[in-house]
């Protein structure tokens, strides 16, 4: 009889307290990989984790996993009975792209993510704790993949200032520059690793920072790793009522397609889907309604700026049009979307609108405070457009098999 994740949760102690908890990162990986090649990277540090937490006269053996099998995934997204690829998510968030990938059939063998709060939202939907720091996780405790994906976090680029000629001639090679970047950790990683496929996702200015040499040391960094790239920026309005433009970056690599990969972007629907009032709850509590001062305050500062040509401040939506970007530091005021109100100040969107807006399923868990809640949507994708992507991005790599 199959035994559900949510008893071994309880019994084997999986609950995320605090950063860096990677025993559970282990253990989770090896219960979510035993039934593929993938496991063998988990197993000792998982039988480590499970020896500690028994009693100390009770030895577990080799198949202590034994008794816990057949595993009943009951969290809202178990991963495929049946995979078609497998992938990595690095810089999971919440997992925009796991959701995404996983719906095309793919599994995932392996997860990084630092923040303890995302990782809460992240194990309560799909039954993983996520590794912690990448930079401190070595390439060859990486299984092997099809796909990586990274949404590496828009930092500011420590590569900035640096010609692509001077990061590409160093003796040491280009990887010498970017080091101390996180995208030197995605580098380094298909270096060692060579997954046939990426998938790399960052703000639109990437394309524009530092007046196109971070884009250039980036992109020569990845042909010169030997991948042919396919990059375009791409808007979430399609698929859900948000104005968001993030730079997609596709890679294949040249000694599996010979450059010849039939990849190309989706084509975008003629027609926006959705609108504003698709996404909104019919009752909303009190407490999103912002206060007297603030909502006084965000009127001052926007005439302010008005008055000095510049910003346009505050953003009411248009109940039948798109939002605004929603960003990680909504929770602040939420000034960049908000709700007008008959007879009272308008209101910022809830948790689970914000999740809406991203185009995450209704039974998507929030596990976390508001204020977490809000930077962990802000910090995410558009799960559909990111789904599409993908689609074409598997269509490439299954022509290929
Ligand atoms: C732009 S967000 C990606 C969100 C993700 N695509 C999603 O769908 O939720 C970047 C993430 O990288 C994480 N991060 C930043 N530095 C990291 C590091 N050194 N190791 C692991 N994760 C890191 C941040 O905590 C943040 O959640």
């Not at 595993?71 to 078609?84: G, L, Q, S, T, Y």
């Not at 990486?142 to 001077?166: E, M, R, T, W, Y």
């Not at 104005?243 to 975008?268: A, L, N, W, Y």
Request: proline residues 6%; hydrophobic residues 35%; contains cysteine.
């Amino acid at each position: 009889m199959a035994v559900n994740y949510s008893e071994l949760r309880t019994r084997l102690k999986i609950e995320i307290k605090r950063p860096e908890q990677s025993e559970l990162a282990y253990l989770t990986h090896f219960l979510q990989t035993i039934d593929n090649g993938s496991k063998d990277h988990y197993r000792q540090e998982a039988r480590q984790y499970v020896q500690g937490i028994c009693d100390k006269d009770v030895r577990i053996d080799e198949l202590w996993y034994q008794p816990y099998l057949p595993i009943k995934w009951d969290v809202p997204f178990p991963p495929p009975i049946k995979h078609r690829f497998k992938f990595i998510d690095l810089f999971a968030g919440i997992g925009g792209f796991r959701l995404a990938f996983q719906n095309l059939g793919g599994k995932c063998v392996f997860t990084s993510e630092w923040n303890h709060y995302a990782q809460k939202t992240y194990e309560a939907n799909f039954g993983e704790v996520p590794f912690g720091d990448i930079t401190k996780i070595s390439e060859q405790d990486i299984p092997d993949h099809d796909v990586l994906i990274a949404g590496f976090p828009c930092q500011p680029f420590s590569i900035a200032g640096v010609s692509k000629k001077n990061a590409l001639g160093r003796k040491h090679g280009f990887l010498d520059e970017t080091q101390g970047t996180l995208f030197f950790d995605v580098a380094r990683i298909l270096k060692k690793k060579r997954p046939p496929a990426f998938l790399l996702e960052n703000v639109k200015n990437l394309i524009s920072h530092d007046k196109g040499n971070t884009f250039k040391v980036i992109s020569g960094t990845l042909k010169k790793l030997g991948y042919n790239i396919h990059y375009r920026i791409l808007d979430g309005k399609y698929y859900v009522p948000q104005h968001r433009e993030r730079i997609v970056i596709v890679g294949f690599d040249t000694q599996v397609f010979g450059g010849k990969e039939d990849f190309s972007f989706p084509r975008m629907p003629e027609n926006p889907p959705m609108v504003v009032e698709d996404i909104l709850e019919p009752e909303v509590l009190e407490k999103y309604t912002l206060t007297d001062k603030l909502w006084s305050y965000l009127q001052t500062y926007a005439l302010k700026h008005k008055a000095k040509g510049n910003g346009f401040g505050f953003g009411l939506v248009d109940f039948d049009g798109v939002a605004r970007t929603l960003s990680a530091r909504y929770y602040k005021d939420g000034s960049e979307i908000l709700i007008p109100q008959e007879g009272k100040n308008p209101r910022r969107l809830t948790p689970r609108e914000c999740a809406r807006l991203q185009g995450y399923p209704g039974d998507f868990k929030i596990p976390v405070s508001d204020t977490q809640a809000y930077k962990q949507f802000g910090n995410s994708v558009v799960v559909p457009l990111m789904q599409e992507v993908g689609k074409q991005l598997v269509h490439a790599l299954e022509q290929k098999n």
